[in-house]
Every structure is written in structure tokens, then in C-alpha cells.
Nanobody
Framework: QVQLVESGGGSVQAGGSLRLSCAAS????????MGWFRQAPGKEREGVAA????????YYADSVKGRFTISQDNAKTTVYLLMNSLKPEDTAMYYC?????????????????WGQGTQVTVSS
């Protein structure tokens, strides 16, 4: 069974950048949906971005469009989320997920496999 491990979180000032990584251990994401989600304290988990590794199509939430970029490595074992122009409201725990079985890319309950999360904190 695939395991996902996120890394790259940290604390930055507003306007800064971070790149998150999501490594799929022992698994090639040949034709899979990979989603990045985030959850702030007291809020629901929300979809941030997703990529279909088969064709490379990407999707973004309106709140991050133009600032975040999702990509995959050539080996299709790691998915990245480059986050530029970070804002305090981007502060959250960020999770990657795969194995979308139902719903649209931003529907968190449709994913069956999740990583443990990595914290992103943006200060003003």
C-alpha cells in the first residue's frame, strides 16, 4: 500500500515562499490524482491544488491561483507544491492525498490515502 510523506513546511514571513514535497514510498504515481489540502484550526479541510499524474493536468483553488504551483517529478514518485507570495491566511497544516475514488479533486472525503501533514505558518 502506498504511503505518503510530506515535508518542506516551516515558518515564513508574509510574501515569502515555501516548497512542499509529497513522496510516495515504493509507488509510481503513473495515472493518479494527487491532491494538496490544508486545514487551519477550527476550519474544515480544503482543497488547495491537485494534479493528474497521467497527463499532468493541474487544478487550483481560487484562493491560491497564481501564487501556488503543483508539479511532479519525472519519476512520478514525488509531487511538489511551490507556494509563493504567502499570506497569513495560508497558515495551516498541509496534507497530500492520493487514490481519489469519488468526487471532484477538491473533495477531501474522496481520497483514501493521506500523508501525516506538514505545518506552514506565515507571519505578518
Amino acid at each position: 500500500q502506498v504511503q505518503l510523506v510530506e515535508s518542506g513546511g516551516g515558518s515564513v514571513q508574509a510574501g515569502g515562499s515555501l516548497r512542499l514535497s509529497c513522496a510516495a514510498s515504493g509507488y509510481i504515481l503513473s495515472s493518479s490524482w494527487m491532491g494538496w489540502f490544508r486545514q487551519a484550526p477550527g476550519k474544515e479541510r480544503e482543497g488547495v491544488a491537485a494534479i493528474y499524474t497521467g497527463g499532468g493536468s493541474t487544478y487550483y483553488a481560487d484562493s491560491v491561483k497564481g501564487r501556488f504551483t503543483i508539479s511532479q517529478d519525472n519519476a512520478k514518485t514525488t509531487v511538489y507544491l511551490l507556494m509563493n507570495s504567502l499570506k497569513p491566511e495560508d497558515t495551516a497544516m498541509y496534507y497530500c492525498a492520493t487514490d481519489l475514488t469519488s468526487g471532484a479533486w477538491f473533495y477531501s472525503r474522496g481520497y483514501r490515502t493521506w500523508g501525516q501533514g506538514t505545518q506552514v505558518t506565515v507571519s505578518s
